[in-house]
C-alpha cells in the first residue's frame, strides 16, 4: 500500500503564505514524481506544480513567481511553498505521486484564503 500524508493548510489572509507538505511512504521505489493539484468549489482539479525525483520542477502558468516545490529524497516529503496568497488560491490541495502510470492521491488539505 502506498501512503500519503499531507499537512499545513488552513486559513489566510490575502498575502500571506502557507507551506504545504506531503509525505510518500508504502509500497514504492526511490523513482517517482510527486506535486501537487487544487480543486475550487465547483471548478475541475487542476494541477500546480510538480518535481521528478532528480529535482526538476515544473509549474501551472498560474502560480509561477509565487509557489514554490520542493522535495527530500531522504525523507520522502515534497514542500509547496505558497507565497503572496490571492483569495483564487483557496481551494482543496492534494498530494499525488506518480509512480509507473499510476498516480496515488493524498486526502487533500485545504487552502483558504480570506480577509
Known amino acids: 500500500q502506498v501512503h500519503i500524508v499531507e499537512s499545513g493548510g488552513g486559513l489566510m489572509q490575502p498575502g500571506g503564505s502557507l507551506r504545504l507538505s506531503c509525505a510518500a511512504s508504502?509500497?514504492?521505489?526511490?523513482?517517482?514524481?510527486m506535486g501537487w493539484y487544487r480543486q475550487a468549489p465547483g471548478k475541475q482539479r487542476e494541477l500546480v506544480a510538480t518535481?521528478?525525483?532528480?529535482?526538476?520542477?515544473k509549474y501551472a502558468e498560474s502560480v509561477k513567481g509565487q509557489f514554490t516545490i520542493s522535495r527530500d529524497n531522504d525523507k520522502n516529503t515534497v514542500n509547496l511553498q505558497m507565497n503572496s496568497l490571492k483569495l483564487e488560491d483557496t481551494a482543496a490541495y492534494y498530494c499525488?505521486?506518480?509512480?509507473?502510470?499510476?498516480?496515488?492521491w493524498g486526502q487533500g488539505t485545504q487552502v483558504t484564503v480570506s480577509s
Open positions: 499525488v505521486v506518480s509512480y509507473y502510470g499510476k498516480n496515488y
Open positions: 518535481i521528478t525525483s532528480s529535482g526538476n520542477n
Open positions: 508504502g509500497s514504492i521505489g526511490s523513482i517517482y514524481t
